[in-house]
């Protein structure tokens, strides 16, 4: 079956088009799968954008999440159709978190393909076990209500 994904990136200065991928957000229509995962390195996090407070990103990458898996915590965009809410998450914006281009591809594990994606785009071989990336949902969901 045929999905899109798009990365999601962390740009610290938009003046500088500078970007970090910390994230994958994928939509598989015909098997109703649209979910987003994220993985942050702490180390290269820091190196890249030291003035980025962690706390208040792993909480913005959460509504993301939140959205793509249709949270009604997330607020009104989390209940549109799962394709309306993957063009809204991919949506050009210019903020520290924006979304990069959309690309497609084929596979009968949407799950798994997205887990190679974040292998793939994101996470970093041979990190070590402290700068291991996190998903922002195992953080507390502070204003997520």
Request: proline content about 8%.
């Amino acid at each position: 079956m045929w999905y899109r994904y798009a990365l999601v990136r962390v740009v610290p200065r938009v003046e500088r088009g500078e970007s970090l991928n910390v994230g994958v957000v994928l939509f598989a229509p015909e098997a109703a799968f649209l979910r987003a995962r994220i993985a942050l390195d702490d180390a290269l996090l820091a190196m890249f954008a030291p003035d980025v407070s962690r706390a208040d990103l792993e909480r913005r990458l959460s509504m993301l999440i939140g959205v793509a898996d249709g949270d009604e915590r997330c607020g009104a965009v989390a209940s549109l159709p799962q394709s309306d809410r993957f063009h809204w998450l991919t949506s050009p914006r210019s903020t520290v978190i924006q979304p990069g281009p959309v690309h497609v591809g084929c596979t009968s594990d949407p799950a798994s393909e997205l887990e190679q994606l974040l292998d793939h785009f994101v996470r970093r071989a041979g990190a070590p076990a402290d700068e291991a990336p996190t998903d922002p949902r195992d953080a507390p969901q502070e204003g997520v209500a």
